[in-house]
């Protein structure tokens, strides 16, 4: 009975002395393991004789529950003072600022992007979003383009392999179809811009096969051509930040308006340097026009009570012509050195209130 006094304090005194989860566990086989002193006394049980047994035997026993509730309650102690060291070193304090250094920058797309939807938000204009790979019908047919109009052919679509059958879907060329999906789904007064990726099969210095569009629409009981100047004007002046911009609108050809035109703003080339409100050159910057009856109808909308304005402009370009950056190519790169140069800053979004881009 000694012995086993004298073992538990042997066994007690590593237990405490064990300073981290290894040294425990290297306690515990050594007491309690296959081979451990406790299990080998608790073997040799079976060769004692009935009497010594019967005093052995609880002896042991009880040895084994103590040592082993000792090692759990080491266990959880150790586990307890690893959590708060944990705790405390990867201690985080919320008030700091932000690094800008760390977050990178905006990309010119998402920031004109942003700046055009800034723009029309203070108009009271809401975003709508539609899917890039769309159907013939939202894409053209909705849109008023003829079946075998040489219209369709302008596009360079991408199509998809036919289905069984015959139609193919598409990437979508424009941001138009999104006016379709948005008509036949709620009832005017509409008014929304619709910013989005956009996609032909063309590729130079001012082409890509993938690009960005933003598309306006406003459809009322009185919308005419005067609002749709007015709305483009305001536009171009807070977008350039210049308060005498010239504009003009040049008729034009779409089949989804009636009339259709294409809207210049004057701009004087110094040097490399584009400089807009002033000199004789022009620059075509948008088209718009009167939404056509025949696109109200194909949305379900009665021409006779509502009638509308809409228009579309390439932010890709905007962005080019707004921050002077030569090569459309380079928008889709991923050089980090060019987003570090051309990029925005992350903590200063556009808004009307502190300025658009800086
Ligand atoms: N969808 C035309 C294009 O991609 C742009 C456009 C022109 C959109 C006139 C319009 C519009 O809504 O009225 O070339």
């Not at 977050?103 to 700046?115: D, M, R």
């Not at 596009?155 to 999906?181: A, C, N, W, Y």
């Not at 379900?300 to 012509?321: C, N, S």
């Amino acid at each position: 009975m000694t012995d086993i006094k004298q073992l538990e304090t042997e066994l007690v005194t590593k237990i405490d002395a064990a300073n981290d989860l290894a040294a425990l566990e290297e306690v515990r086989v050594g007491a309690l393991g296959k081979k451990g002193v406790v299990s080998l006394q608790m073997k040799s049980l079976g060769k004692m004789s009935p009497e010594a047994r019967k005093e052995m035997g609880p002896a042991l026993n009880g040895l084994k529950a103590r040592i082993g509730d000792a090692i759990e309650a080491k266990k959880a102690a150790l586990e307890d003072a690893a959590l708060d060291a944990a705790l405390a070193s990867e201690k985080i304090d919320v008030t700091l600022p932000p690094r800008p250094e760390r977050l990178g920058k905006i990309h010119p797309v998402s920031q004109v992007t942003e700046e055009i939807v800034a723009i029309f938000s203070a108009m009271g204009f809401d975003v709508a979003e539609g899917p890039d790979i769309e159907d013939d019908f939202h894409n053209f047919t909705a849109l008023n383009f003829p079946e075998d109009h040489p219209a369709r052919e302008m596009h360079d679509t991408f199509f998809f392999e036919p289905k069984e059958d015959g139609s193919r879907m598409l990437l979508r060329t424009h941001t138009s179809p999104v006016q379709i999906r948005t008509m036949m789904a709620q009832k005017p007064p509409i008014r929304i811009i619709i910013p989005g990726r956009t996609f032909r099969c063309d590729s130079d210095q001012t082409h890509t096969p993938m690009f960005h569009q933003v598309e306006g629409l406003v459809i009322d009981k009185q919308a005419h051509m005067g609002h749709l100047k007015g709305t483009l004007e305001a536009f171009v002046k807070t977008f350039f930040e210049i308060d005498d911009v010239k504009t003009r609108f040049r008729p034009h050809f779409f089949p989804f308006t009636e009339p259709s035109a294409e809207m210049d703003i004057g701009y004087e080339r110094v040097g490399n340097e584009i400089r807009f409100g002033q000199g004789d050159d022009w620059m075509e910057i948008l088209g718009c026009g009167m939404v056509h009856p025949n696109v109200l109808k194909n949305c379900g909308l009665d021409p006779d009570e509502y009638q509308g304005f809409a228009w579309g402009m390439g932010v890709d370009r905007l962005a080019m012509l707004k921050y002077g950056i030569p090569d459309l190519r380079d928008f889709f790169a991923s050089d980090a050195r060019w987003l570090e140069h051309y990029g925005f800053d992350p903590l200063d979004p556009p808004n009307l209130a502190t300025g658009l881009g800086k």
